[in-house]
């Protein structure tokens, strides 16, 4: 499909591609692969509307990259994923200035935390990685259709993650009310869900032009893993070469083929690592996507669960 592979950065997929008169949003845009995200797809053209928690956060990235791109356009809104009554109000606000949207990048999230609970008492890193961004991908999903209508496609992408090997769905008990909490097992659950989401919701737009894809951005050293203990570090990431972990523009760089590449023009629900659409996964190796995260029967359980635990219905 294309030359690139794992060291491929941001600027590398994006060399070529405009993005004039374009709208990007992008969640998790106060740090790490949120900020090269933005950054790149700005420098590309695009409006891009920085979404985070911490306005202060927000802001001295708007400032930064401003600095380093005067023409860019940037916008910002602040969200809490962990609370939907948060993420409604933002949608609304999002929404409302932007009639349009061509692309949004679902790139936040939390990863191996301790157990919690998000506002409304789901586990958190379900609550937070998956249904927040269900809930705000739906509620957007007019601008979305709106811009596939005037550009030809607009696409959503999933952050997931080689995680999804960590664990499946667990439909009977997803929010860790019956169970002992893992919380590896419950961050694999989460980038499972994200994976499923991707299906699920390419398979309800993409005759309407909205394209979606899941992604594995690789092994990055970001705030991403601010909650890892040293025995997480020796024993999980430990287990991984160092030579194959990735620099930001090199991580960031699958998010940003997937969200403009014209080789992905008329595809979606795959999931993507290293700008490439992955290969089925084997066992003992850490590339490819196991039959769990892709399964369409079960992206459209993970759809049915997730909009009665947000207690609204979607008519995509």
């Not at 679902?106 to 379900?126: K, S, Y």
């Not at 005037?150 to 999804?164: F, K, P, Q, T, Y």
Request: proline share 4%.
């Amino acid at each position: 499909m294309n030359d690139f592979n794992a060291k491929s950065t941001t600027d590398e997929v994006i060399e070529g591609i405009s993005l004039d008169g374009r709208v990007a949003v992008v969640t998790g845009a106060s740090a790490g692969l949120g900020v090269e995200t933005a950054r790149v797809l700005a420098g590309a053209g695009a409006r891009v509307l920085l979404v985070g928690r911490d306005q202060e956060k927000v802001a001295g990235v708007v400032k930064s990259l401003r600095d380093d791109n005067p023409q860019a356009e940037f916008d910002t809104a602040l969200m809490d994923l962990s609370d939907l009554d948060s993420v409604r109000t933002t949608a609304a606000d999002i929404a409302a200035r932007y009639p349009e949207i061509h692309l949004l990048i679902n790139n936040a999230g939390i990863m191996a935390c301790p157990f919690g609970r998000t506002a409304q008492g789901f586990e958190l890193q379900f609550g937070t990685n998956h249904l927040g961004h269900f809930l705000l991908t739906c509620l957007l999903a007019p601008s979305l259709l709106a811009a596939a209508g005037s550009d030809g496609e607009s696409r959503v992408i999933c952050l997931s993650s080689a995680a999804h090997r960590f664990g499946g769905m667990d439909f009977d008990d997803p929010n860790y009310e019956h169970r002992d909490y893992d919380k590896w097992g419950a961050y694999g659950q989460s980038k499972t869900a994200n994976a499923l989401f991707a299906v699920a919701l390419d398979r309800r737009l993409r005759d309407r032009g909205v394209r979606t894809f899941a992604v594995h951005p690789g092994v990055i050293q970001t705030e991403l893993g601010r909650h890892l203990t040293q025995e997480d570090q020796d024993t999980v990431l430990g287990a991984i070469p160092r030579d194959e972990y990735k620099t930001i523009p090199q991580g960031a760089a699958t998010s940003v083929w997937a969200a403009t590449s014209p080789a992905l023009k008329n595809k979606g629900g795959v999931y993507l690592e290293d700008c490439h659409i992955a290969e089925p996964g084997l066992p003992g190796e850490r590339g490819g996507v196991q039959d769990h995260a892709v399964d369409p029967a079960l992206a459209d359980r993970l759809w049915q669960l997730s909009e009665e635990l947000v207690d609204e219905r979607f008519d995509l």
